[in-house]
């Protein structure tokens, strides 16, 4: 079955980086696009970044120029390369199948000083 299993969050101050990873299964993972959604509390999830078997990329206005997004075919895992965290960065990272609908369990991204 279907699995996306996040990690790489956590607590990081202002101005810090973060790496987030999304190890992928139960799919053919080189042939559908992947997406990073983040959700804050108290507002609607929003997409972050996505890439296509490609690995074309589409970046949110407001983490364009900061974050980057990747993939590791031979791993089966996107990763979402964060720098110069503010603190409305942080959120709830989900990764998503849209192929399939279907979401990971996410990982807490917390910045603060």
């Known amino acids: 079955q279907v699995q996306l299993v996040e990690s790489g969050g956590g607590l990081v101050q202002p101005g810090g980086s973060l790496r987030l990873s999304c190890a992928a299964s139960?799919?053919?993972?080189?042939?559908?696009?992947i997406a990073w959604y983040r959700q804050a509390p108290g507002k609607q999830r929003e997409l972050a970044a996505t890439?296509?078997?490609?690995?074309?990329?589409h970046y949110a206005t407001s983490v364009k120029g900061r974050f980057t997004i990747s993939r590791d075919n031979t791993k089966n895992t996107v990763y979402l390369q964060m720098n110069s965290l503010k603190p409305e960065d942080a959120a709830v990272y989900y990764c998503?199948?849209?192929?399939?609908?279907?979401w990971g369990r996410g990982t807490q991204v917390t910045v603060s000083s």
């Open positions: 998503f199948l849209p192929g399939r609908l279907f």
């Open positions: 139960g799919f053919t993972f080189t042939m559908y696009d």
């Open positions: 890439i296509g078997p490609d690995g074309s990329t």
